[in-house]
Every structure is written in structure tokens, then in C-alpha cells.
């Protein structure tokens, strides 16, 4: 499984521009050419500050839903469980083309321009579902007597979620909002139908860069760069996230 | 207790809030369900809501009305309706390869690997599913071209690999979602108590007949919560199918065509995937694989 990945690290140092095997020459070049790069510097930009704004926001929203779910018995907690994970159950064209058709047939004639932040919006949306089940198993394994015992002791609400709660499912939390934020750092459909025109992600300008041929090299120089950028969280979070018994 | 009576007084919220559960359930619930109800079901229901209106053939303008045309087609039209039995056709047989891989690695990672290599095999699963969906369809492409890695390596044999077409797109789909498999019928397979696999070869069962009539059964729940995604992922996946299936259409690709030109019918066709991931979903929950995923 890890083949074809290697193949395109590897041709990411293919000095000749097609991308034929065995690589014939190794050199840095197109990495320094993608490091100068305006449009691959404005896509990176781009990429991260979405990342971050709907990793803020599905991280605030998934932890609300987790605790919700957690403690409560409710009418309608499997339908929650389940609104939660559509986002991204559903098939990235479908979710993109809603919103899509959400901001360019409704909102953009009623004079309600969201551009940037509609992506922002979006990617939020399908993040959510990170966040929830990494905090929710976490909550699921913690002890609730303990909540119960600060409450005894006197402390409010806010009081026992800051002191006693959260540093519990600190590692979960963070665990939960790296996955969200390598899931939006990758996130290419979605974008291509939400993206302002003129916009580009790191993965967009992928996909916009993979019909001219010429160019292969430096897309698989961005290509490994993404890979990079989407496993390091993924790695981090992983290991915070691992259960104190399986931790040797 | 005293003590308690006195603070109550200092943390009048608190004190509000903790006997009224309800209140605190909603003031938990109600952000979330207002994003995701309010922005997201609502996107849908206004896609849904597209897809009974016109496009005015001079102005390219969506105009509000009532027609079923745009369903209609989804019937009629012969391209659209071979589309929709390929790219079904397609999601089966990704979901089926998925199995086919995920329960044999799955039966050895719970029950004959050492702890080192299944926490290994595990983490070498699941990492892939984030190297990136879009840099893994390059990946595929590259490995897969004329002069590439595929063909060089199986050279020897002469064998020559697929090309851009349905073989590599299935191929390509299996490979991206099979972690998505792999990992729920691993979870399943380990909770299988080894007892069984005991008893199912003291009453004369060999290998391969304890896991048809013994494993599987017992995983049907993970196979389905995995399939889940294994399904409609590729049901709805249009990127693959542009990038290693040549000239392969998928219902994907009729929805992302359609979409700034006639919005209507692209609505129309995403029902389509939406109605079969929603009666996939609500099937699933009530075998309750909804939690292991």
C-alpha cells in the first residue's frame, strides 16, 4: 500500500520532467523551484488558513456534541450520532455541490457574498465528526465520579470542566483537532466547488496543475508535501490519543 | 450539608444549571445541531429543492418552479442511466475487494500476530487513509502509466498493468478506502472469543470453513459499518474516475459536469447517491455498526 506513495515521494527528486521509471537523475531542483514559487506559496497559505479556521470551529462544535451525547439519554441521540457523520459519509461531490448550490443559487443573489469563508464553512462541517469521536470515546472511558466529587466539593460547572474535565480529555481534544486539521489540509472536492474563483489549496492547485503534463515534477514535489503536512498531525495524534493500557 | 448550602449562594449559574438537565443538554446540543442542521441538512434540502426548478436555456439563470423533468432524466436519459449501474457496479466491487483483503489481514492481525506487529499493521493501515486522498490518485496514476512503475517492475514476467481504465479505477478506489474496512473488521474480529475458533475446528472445520461459517457472521455488523463508507465513497467519487479511468464516467462526474450549467439536473442526480447513503445509514444503525466506526 505504501508503493505507489513511495514512487511519487521518490519522483518528487526526478530531475527530468516526465515521470518515467527508473528515475534516470535525482536533484533538488524542482524543490527549490516549488519553495519560490508564488502560486504554490499562496495555495500553502490558503490551505493552512482554512485548516485552522475550521479546525476551530469543528473542534469547539464536536466537543459540544461529545459531551451532549455522553451524558445524556435523549429522543433523537442516534439521529444526532448519525447528522454528525454524514457530513462526511456523504460523497465529497454531493457535499460540495450543496454548498455550492447553497452560496451561488441563494445566498450570492440575495446579495450575501461568502466567498473565502464559505470554505471555511464547509470544511468545518465534514471536521466535526473528527473531533466527536475522538472526544467521545475519550469521555466514554473517563470516570465520572470524578466530576461528581468536585462538584461535592464545591466547585460550579465551569469550574469543574476546567479543572477537573479537561485535562482528562485534553490529549483526545488535541488528537481529535490535528485529524480535523490534516482532513481539511487534504480536502480537495469539496474545495473545487466552494473555492472562491481564483482561490487555490495546496490540493486544488494539484488538481489545476495535473492537466499540464509538463509540470509533473514540481506537483509531485507539492504532492509529497501534503503528505508530509497531512501524516505529522495524523502521527502526533495518534499517539495521544493511545489508551493508557496499551502504551508500553 | 452545609458546606454546599453556603456555595450555592456564590455559584448561582452553577447551582441553576446542575438540576436542570435538560437546559444543560441543550445549551450543549443546540450550537452544533444549529450548524449542522441549520447550514448543512439545509444545503441539502436546498439542493433538493433545486432540482425541481428550470434553467432558462438563453440566460443559463436558475428559475424557481416546479417540474420532475430533471428526475425524469435521471431515468430516460440512456448515459445517465448506464452511468448509475456502472458506478454501482464499481462501489460493489470495491466494497467486495475491501472484504476480501480486510478479513484474512484482519484474522491475522488479531489472532495470530505478535502485539508488536499488529500494533504496527495497525498503524500502517490507518496512516495511508491520511497521506491524502488526491495525492493517492496521482500516486496510482504514476505507478500505473505506460513507462511506470508497474509495468517496469512486472516486466520480467511480461505482464503488462492495467491502463486507464475501470480495472484501475476499481483498483484505485479498493486502495483508497480500504482502511476504512480494514480497521472495523479487525476491531470485530478481535472480540471474537478464541473459543470459538476452538471449538469450530474440534467439530472438524478447517480453516477456511470456520471463517465462512464461524468469522463472518460474527463480523457482519463491522463489514457493514465499513462498507458504509467503502460504498458510498465510491458511489459518489468523481476525481478517480477523471484521473485513472480514461474515459469512464461515474455518477460523480455526470454531478460535477452539471453543476454551473444546468444546476437542476446535477441536484436531481446527487439524490441519487444521497438517498442511497441515508437508507445504507439507517439500515446500519439498527445492526448497531453506527458505533464502531
Not at chain 1, 482561490?199 to 503528505?227: G, H
Not at chain 2, 439536473?265 to 444503525?285: D, E, G, K
Request: hydrophobic share 55%.
Amino acid at each position: 500500500m505504501y508503493v505507489p506513495l513511495l514512487v511519487l515521494i521518490l519522483n518528487s527528486f526526478n530531475q527530468s520532467n516526465i515521470s518515467s521509471w527508473p528515475i534516470a537523475a535525482f536533484s533538488f531542483d524542482w524543490w527549490q523551484f516549488a519553495a519560490t514559487y508564488q502560486p504554490i506559496r499562496t495555495a500553502l497559505l490558503n490551505s493552512i488558513i482554512v485548516a485552522a479556521g475550521s479546525t476551530l470551529i469543528a473542534a469547539f462544535l464536536g466537543t459540544l456534541v461529545a459531551f451532549a451525547l455522553k451524558g445524556f439519554d435523549f429522543f433523537g441521540k442516534g439521529t444526532v450520532n448519525l447528522l454528525v457523520v454524514l457530513p462526511i459519509a456523504l460523497p465529497g461531490v454531493v457535499t460540495g455541490v450543496a454548498f455550492s448550490n447553497t452560496y451561488n443559487t441563494f445566498l450570492s443573489p440575495a446579495g450575501f457574498n461568502i466567498g473565502y469563508f464559505g470554505m471555511i464553512v464547509a470544511h468545518a462541517t465534514f471536521c466535526i465528526v473528527m473531533v466527536f469521536n475522538n472526544v467521545f470515546a475519550r469521555l466514554k472511558r473517563m470516570n465520572p465520579s470524578l466530576q461528581e466529587a468536585s462538584a461535592d466539593l464545591g466547585a460550579g460547572l465551569w469550574q469543574t470542566f476546567r479543572l477537573v474535565t479537561f485535562p482528562q480529555f485534553r490529549t483526545a481534544f488535541v488528537a481529535g483537532a490535528l485529524l480535523a486539521f490534516a482532513l481539511s489540509f487534504d480536502e480537495v472536492v469539496v474545495t473545487i466547488f466552494t473555492a472562491p474563483p481564483g482561490v487555490d489549496t495546496l490540493p486544488l492547485w494539484i488538481l489545476k496543475e495535473m492537466s499540464r503534463p509538463n509540470q509533473a515534477s514540481v506537483v509531485n514535489v507539492v504532492a509529497t508535501l501534503v503528505i508530509l503536512i497531512s501524516l505529522i498531525p495524523v502521527y502526533i495524534s495518534q499517539r495521544l490519543s493511545r489508551a493508557p493500557d496499551e502504551v508500553r | 450539608m452545609s458546606t454546599q448550602t453556603t456555595n450555592a449562594g456564590s455559584r448561582p449559574i452553577s447551582a441553576y444549571l446542575y438540576k436542570r438537565a435538560k437546559l444543560r443538554l441543550f445549551g450543549l446540543i443546540a450550537l452544533p445541531m444549529f450548524w449542522i442542521v441549520g447550514v448543512y441538512i439545509l444545503s441539502l434540502f436546498l439542493l433538493l429543492i433545486t432540482a425541481f426548478w428550470f434553467v432558462d436555456p438563453f440566460t443559463s439563470k436558475v428559475i424557481p418552479g416546479f417540474t420532475l423533468d430533471n428526475f425524469i432524466s435521471i431515468f430516460t436519459v440512456p448515459a445517465y442511466i448506464s452511468t448509475s449501474i456502472r458506478t454501482l457496479l464499481i462501489a460493489l466491487a470495491v466494497t467486495g475487494l475491501s472484504v476480501l483483503f480486510a478479513v484474512p489481514l484482519g484474522i491475522y492481525m488479531a489472532k495470530i500476530a505478535r502485539p508488536w506487529v499488529r500494533n504496527a499493521l495497525t498503524v500502517a493501515i490507518t496512516l495511508p487513509l491520511w497521506a491524502g486522498y488526491l495525492v493517492k490518485i496521482i500516486a496510482m496514476r504514476l505507478v500505473f502509466t505506460e513507462e511506470g512503475f508497474f509495468n517496469w517492475a512486472l516486466a520480467p514476467i511480461g505482464i503488462s498493468g492495467p491502463t486507464f481504465s475501470i480495472p484501475l479505477v476499481i483498483l484505485t478506489l479498493t486502495y483508497l478506502w480500504f482502511p476504512y474496512m480494514a480497521l472495523p473488521v479487525f476491531t470485530a474480529i478481535r472480540q471474537i472469543p478464541p473459543n470459538l475458533f476452538d471449538a469450530s475446528s474440534d467439530m472438524g472445520a478447517k480453516g477456511f470453513t470456520t471463517i465462512y461459517r464461524v468469522v463472518l457472521p460474527l463480523i457482519i455488523p463491522a463489514i457493514i459499518a465499513g462498507s458504509v463508507f467503502t460504498f458510498s465513497l465510491s458511489l459518489g467519487d468523481y476525481l478517480v474516475a477523471k484521473f485513472t479511468g480514461g474515459s469512464t464516467q461515474m455518477i460523480g462526474s455526470i454531478i460535477a459536469s452539471n453543476i454551473n450549467l444546468n444546476p437542476p439536473v446535477a441536484a436531481a442526480f446527487s439524490m441519487v447517491p444521497i438517498a442511497f447513503v441515508l437508507i445504507y445509514l439507517m439500515v446500519a444503525r439498527r445492526t448497531g455498526s453506527l458505533e464502531r466506526m
